[in-house]
């Protein structure tokens, strides 16, 4: 029987906007807005954060919400997420990051549908491979055998900061991509959480458009209504591998 777990990352020194993860919209805290739609899944969660001190009240929050938090390297994420994955019994992992508060727990238990119906230890599947979702719904579903691969033999910082970009580059001639898309491009929405015109964003589509209980799909259609909202962070420059 397959063993899955969901790992997110999460930490609080982030470059663009420190200490986002625990902002707040409608009282509560953008991490607890994540894991409550990552909860929604069934599957079990991980929180694997970072042995800094810094990031104590992470490791709080998930085990207060009984979530698992697992600690481990600031810049080696890969090798934070290997140590989680080893320490969890899992064999089937899905990736998500913490800067996605509004994540849609339909789309991963569609990507975990797939992932099923290949069975492939060297599958890869997710809706980054081929955008049509927009940042902030992402997520990749991969085996453990093939993440322990990239960890041993992943020599790049890229590789180490970013976890999969060993998988997605095919360096041991195994891995088969498959990609989760809409028929609707909606790649050009930002719903991620890295600055503060994003959080300005977010806070408003959970407070005024209740958005914590909304999809991909009908948070989507409320940033076609509102073009005033896609504005508030449409010149925000997504950092690339390696910033």
Sequence with gaps: MRRVAIITQARMTSTRLPGKVLLRAAGRTMLDHHLDRLIQTGVPVIVATTTNDSDDPIASLARQRGVTAYRGS???????????????????????????????????????????????????????????????????????????????????????????????????????????????????????????????LIRELIESYDASTLSAREIVAVLKQHPELVAINAHVEQKKLGE
């Design 74 to 200: 600031e810049d080696d994420v890969l090798a934070r997420f290997a140590g989680a994955a080893s320490d969890s019994g899992v064999d089937t992992i899905v990736r998500v990051t913490s800067d996605c508060p509004l994540i849609d727990p339909s789309l991963i238990a569609e990507g975990l549908r797939l992932y099923d119906a290949l069975d492939d230890p060297y599958a890869h599947v997710s809706n980054v491979i081929e955008r049509t979702y927009p940042r902030g719904f992402d997520f990749e579903v991969f085996s453990t055998v093939a993440l322990v691969e990239a960890h041993e033999n992943a020599r790049e910082p890229a590789e180490r900061e970013h976890v999969t970009p060993y998988l997605y580059a095919g360096r041991s001639g195994r891995t088969s991509l498959h990609a989760v898309t809409q028929e609707d491009d909606a790649s050009g929405y930002r719903v991620t959480l890295d600055t503060s015109e994003d959080l300005v």
